[in-house]
């Protein structure tokens, strides 16, 4: 691990590979449900009438001029207002400076500098993120950026002893680039730093924020993660009555209103596919799944709406999960794993 991060967490890639072994055990597996397809009549109309929203339209609007101009009207003010920006987004493409090649992720950060970190990565980061463009949105160029070296996934917060398997598989990899290890511990914790300003209180345990899953985005191949925090509220057959197997026993995470806030997104700068510049800046974004809003109308399952799952795959082709995962003791100890 690069030292300008403190190791507190274990980082585990999962790779999303067909065919790769993995655990499928309902009572073990993170929450999610069969999808179904939703029918017309099961959505919430708009008293406008407006289109319905795709996820397409989403990474649209926050992506370069052209795309987001490309989105139906109502649909993007609609979209705008669920957007919990954790770091200040600028849509003006003259505001836009070139993006510059840093090469580590400072020791000391200013809250400026914080913000330079998602809109304008370290070099590492954008050389993966032109990577997924110019390869066509080839999950194995990322898959390639790995170092082949096994890690067992240790028991997390006694896991084993509820035999919970919180990953796919039961062991995982890293980035052979260590400052790609060091940026995505980086993206865990800021986002447990500036949930609040949103109202949105996570902690990195078990139960409630510890994975993500990287995709490349459909047609644009931008690079991304979708975050899912909240992952195992706490049984309540009052507000949430739901079993949710292995993994559940002994949350104390409490279902409320914080579930809305539950799926962040990040995206790395976008560059383009013919030149060398780039198109839009990275994103640091929480998408807020409240009931009257549009992504919960549009873009939530009915089936999985009390649990306000976003899914990965409609972002795009999902191409490894990341977990930080608490594998300390009496002093939280936490490490990158990606399966």
Request: with cysteine; hydrophobic share 40%.
């Amino acid at each position: 691990m690069s030292s300008s991060i403190p190791l507190k967490f274990a980082f585990l890639f999962s790779l999303s590979l067909a065919g790769a072994a993995s655990f499928t055990t309902t009572a073990a597996a993170p929450f999610r449900f069969s999808r179904k397809h939703r029918t017309k009549s099961s959505y919430s109309l708009s008293p406008s009438t407006r289109p319905k929203a795709t996820v397409s339209d989403l990474l649209s609007l926050l992506g370069p001029p052209q795309q987001a101009e490309s989105v139906n009207s109502q649909v993007a003010r609609d979209l705008w207002s669920c957007f919990r920006f954790l770091v200040p987004y600028n849509q003006t493409p003259t505001t836009r400076r070139s993006l510059s090649y840093k090469t580590s992720l400072p020791s000391r950060r200013s809250e400026k500098a914080v913000d330079e970190l998602i809109l304008s990565p370290p070099a590492p980061v954008l050389e993966l993120a032109r990577l997924a463009v110019d390869s066509g949105a080839d999950p194995g160029a990322i898959h390639r950026a790995l170092d082949p070296t096994i890690i067992p996934v240790p028991d997390v917060e006694g896991s084993n002893e509820d035999r919970c398997e919180l990953t796919r598989t039961p062991y995982g990899r890293q980035f052979i680039d260590e400052g790609l290890n060091s940026y995505l511990e980086f993206l865990f914790e800021m986002i447990v730093e500036r949930g609040p300003s949103v109202g949105l209180n996570v902690s990195l345990s078990r139960y409630d924020f510890f994975h993500g899953h990287l995709f490349l985005a459909k047609e644009s191949g931008r690079l991304g993660i979708l975050f899912h925090a909240k992952e195992y509220p706490a049984y309540d057959k009052e507000i949430f009555p739901c079993n949710m197997g292995y993994c559940q026993v002994g949350s104390n995470v409490a279902y409320d209103n914080s579930m809305n806030l539950r799926n962040i997104l990040w995206l790395a700068p976008l560059p383009s596919n013919s030149t060398k510049a780039w198109l839009a800046p990275g994103v640091l974004v929480v998408l807020d799944a409240s009931p009257e809003g549009i992504i919960y109308q549009d873009l939530i399952p009915e089936y999985v709406n009390i649990a306000r799952t976003l899914y990965e795959e409609d972002f795009g082709e999902v191409v490894v999960d990341v977990n930080y995962l608490n594998v300390g003791a009496e002093v939280p100890k936490f490490q990158l794993f990606i399966c």
